[in-house]
């Protein structure tokens, strides 16, 4: 990995997401290779914010058809990142 660009694509803001911000929790699309350690590292470093936990979820890409013919979507990844408390994001500031 060469920055820490490189390992959080965007944040990902829905309702659940949203909902889990009140347990201090964010949640990233990063990239299919990331690890643990380097996704906290880098929203540590990006955010200037302590990292308590790291929990990762891969989704398998939906089968889809679109003018008669099948494509399967990519996979992505998710990382449900804990916070510290009294340390907080606001994605919608942007960085």
Same mark, same amino acid.
């Given at each position: 990995?060469?920055?820490?660009?490189?390992?959080?694509?965007?944040? $990902?803001?829905?309702?659940?997401?949203?909902?889990?911000?009140?347990?201090?929790?964010?949640?990233?699309?990063?990239?299919?290779?990331? !690890? &643990?350690?380097? $996704?906290? &590292?880098?929203?540590?470093?990006?955010? &200037?914010? *302590?990292? *308590?936990?790291?929990?990762? $979820?891969?989704? *398998?890409?939906?089968? *889809?058809?679109?003018?008669?013919?099948?494509? !399967?979507?990519?996979?992505?990844?998710?990382? $449900?990142? !804990?916070?510290?408390?009294?340390?907080?994001?606001?994605?919608?500031?942007?960085?």
């Amino acid at each position: 990995m060469n920055t820490n660009y490189d390992v959080i694509l965007s944040p $990902i803001i829905t309702e659940k997401a949203t909902r889990l911000t009140e347990n201090n929790q964010v949640v990233f699309r990063v990239t299919l290779n990331a !690890t &643990k350690p380097a $996704i906290a &590292k880098a929203v540590a470093e990006l955010f &200037k914010v *302590k990292v *308590k936990a790291v929990n990762t $979820i891969t989704v *398998k890409g939906k089968r *889809k058809l679109a003018r008669g013919k099948t494509y !399967t979507r990519s996979d992505i990844k998710k990382a $449900i990142v !804990t916070l510290e408390e009294g340390h907080q994001i606001d994605i919608t500031t942007g960085l």
